[in-house]
């Protein structure tokens, strides 16, 4: 019972801080039971872990929101929103030194996501799970301030928060409707031939480069697709959206300056995580797979067959096994390449403003100029066609600078003040009347990527006493051990909890790596573990760090990692 928590604090008040470890355990409030999990060595160290669990029949939500995983997902997601607030509405309480009398919890972005900070069981009880910054003077133990926080600052922020009767029901409805008009839109791509859908009305433009909010309404034009290119896709909920498809081939989207090509594409990137209502980009979706690539030179590579991109570098003949600590920017994006197909991806998306020119494009002059023998890159240009015909992965790509693909593209874009027009027709037509002479580089055909097997024993997250320590840096990075693995043009990891759980997600592969498993088996192997068991897989007690991540960007992030060494299947 709670009594238990109050007599402990009642006993350790005045005590060394090292006497809270006296209150781990579960304890029954009204209404939900409190879990203190893991104790802080001191009040300036990271805070302590706690969890409410509130059960399905006091939590009270009706089985329409806990019916499916989605559902859960979003509801969970919601709330995690709520308490987040419910944290900032609470006047800042400084119950001592240090980060005394804190409440903290994952603080999610603009993606509804599953999260491990709230977690809706399928009986529809609720858990969350946060830190509280347990109270102390100096390293004192200050056992009133710690009643107070957990006999009132806990409680208010639970039920203002999480049970069914605090929600506004037709707030979280939006939320649930939302999530799974998503998903629905996002599986109906494929049979519609499409990789990607962007709703009419939807709002693209964000706040500013720093803050992924939208655009304010009245400075941001709304999405309006091209007749040619309109879709109409019936929702559960919404009923009947129309927007513009983006057909699967290749795709080019053209413009001036400025015109909102970039901010199209970043709006597809996205597009494989659904968004809050209010966002702007709710019906804005990219099939699962679709995978960003640019140039990153000084990335690491370790054995990829790079060779469908590039062959014969100065010293390194052999580009089917290519590694190197410091990769240029073409050897890098044709790595990015590989690797983001190594794992299954079936688009591309690619910017311009992030590539490597000479990986894009080779006009005719310049062929002539350094002739075959001499350049060993062959710029995607003619390497897309065989890349769909064969491997069936898509592509599309931001171009303002060379018409040279338009006679490899299947859908031309253009973007004018933000609005896109269906330019295929005169692109071909000026394709017929401007020939460009290049000759096709490449021998037309796309083979499959080879796999590579990772060796566990290259994986190492040690350091000092610590059999594994493993830190996000944010989005930009992860700390393993004594390296750090740089993800800052990993562009679809969108949420520092992601990374946090990619970071673990490191060494739950490296559980399952042996001598026959290609990273794919054993990423795909990791997203199996996460689908059964929940992002809980993750750690040794349950943790509010965690959010939901892609097979591509675990295997982003291996393939990343300095020490890696890995073997190529046979
Ligand atoms: P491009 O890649 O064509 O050079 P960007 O996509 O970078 O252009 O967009 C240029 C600027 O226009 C950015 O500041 C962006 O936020 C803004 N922008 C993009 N789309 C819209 C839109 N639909 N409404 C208003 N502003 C937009
Ligand atoms: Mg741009």
Redesign the pocket.
């Known amino acids: 019972p709670a009594g238990d928590l109050s007599s402990t604090l009642r006993r350790i008040d005045g005590r060394g801080y090292g006497a809270y470890r006296d209150c781990r355990g579960a304890y029954a409030f009204p209404g939900y039971t409190l879990t203190i999990n893991h104790v802080q060595a001191d009040p300036f160290a990271a805070p302590s872990r706690v969890r409410v669990r509130v059960p399905a029949g006091t939590a009270g939500y009706p089985s329409s929101c806990t019916r499916t995983k989605g559902r859960r997902i979003a509801l969970a997601d919601h709330l995690a929103r709520r308490f987040a607030a419910a944290v900032d509405a609470r006047p800042r309480r400084q119950r001592g030194s240090g980060k005394s009398g804190s409440i903290a919890i994952a603080r999610p972005g603009r993606e509804i996501l599953e999260r491990s900070s709230v977690v809706v069981a399928a009986d529809g009880a609720v858990e969350a799970r946060f830190t509280v910054g347990l109270p102390a003077r100096g390293r004192t133990v200050l056992g009133r301030e710690a009643e107070r926080l957990f006999f009132e600052d806990v409680p208010e922020i639970v039920r203002a928060s999480l049970p069914y009767a605090a929600v506004d029901a037709e707030d979280l409805a939006r939320h649930i409707r939302t999530n799974e008009d998503a998903d629905h839109l996002r599986s109906s791509l494929d049979a519609l031939g499409l990789v990607g859908f962007v709703a009419d009305g939807a ?4 706040a500013s480069g720093v803050d992924d909010r939208p ?1 304010e309404r009245e ?5 309006a697709s091209p007749p040619s290119l309109r879709v109409s896709v019936d929702l559960p909920h919404r009923g009947t959206l129309t927007g513009m498809g983006v057909p699967k081939g290749i795709t080019l989207i053209v ?12 709006a597809l990137e996205r597009g494989v995580y659904n968004h809050v209502p209010g966002d702007g980009r709710e019906f804005v979706v990219t099939d699962a797979s679709a995978v960003k690539i640019r140039a990153e030179d000084g990335r690491r590579v370790e054995n990829v067959d790079i060779s469908p991109f590039i062959t014969d570098l100065p010293g390194r003949p052999d580009t089917r096994s290519f590694s190197t600590e410091n990769a240029s920017g073409s050897t890098s994006q044709a790595a990015n390449i590989v690797e983001a197909l190594e794992v299954g991806a079936s688009v591309l998306l690619i ?1 311009e ?1 992030t590539a490597a020119t000479n990986m894009m494009i080779r006009d005719r002059r310049m062929q002539e100029l350094v002739a075959g023998g001499n350049e060993p890159i062959t710029p995607f240009i003619d390497r897309a066609r065989p890349l769909f015909h064969d491997a069936h992965v898509s592509s599309v790509l ?1 171009i ?1 600078g060379s018409g040279d693909y338009f006679e490899i593209a299947d859908t031309v874009i253009r ?1 004018k003040e ?2 896109p027009e269906d330019v295929t027709a005169e692109a071909r037509d000026i394709a017929a009347r401007y020939a460009t002479g290049r000759l096709t580089e490449g021998d037309g055909n796309f083979r499959q990527v080879r796999q590579r097997i990772p060796h566990a024993r290259s994986i190492d997250a040690r350091k000092g006493k610590y059999e594994a320590k493993v830190s996000a840096v944010g989005t930009r990075a992860i700390r393993f051990g004594l390296h750090e693995i740089d993800l800052s043009a990993v562009a679809q990891i969108v949420d520092p909890a992601q990374t946090a759980a990619i970071g673990r997600a490191i060494l739950l592969a490296r559980s399952s790596m042996d001598r026959e498993r290609t990273l794919r088996e054993v990423v795909a192997a990791v997203m199996d573990a996460i689908t059964a068991g929940g992002l809980d897989v993750l750690s040794p007690y349950p943790s509010g760090d965690y959010a939901a991540f892609r097979p591509q960007e675990l295997a982003a992030a291996i393939s990343r990692l300095r020490s890696l060494s890995a073997g190529q299947a046979p």
């Open positions: 709002i693209l433009p964000r655009l400075r941001a034009v709304p999405f413009g001036g300056g400025f015109h909102g090509k970039s901010t199209l594409l970043a910017d403003d931001v303002g973007l933000y609005l």
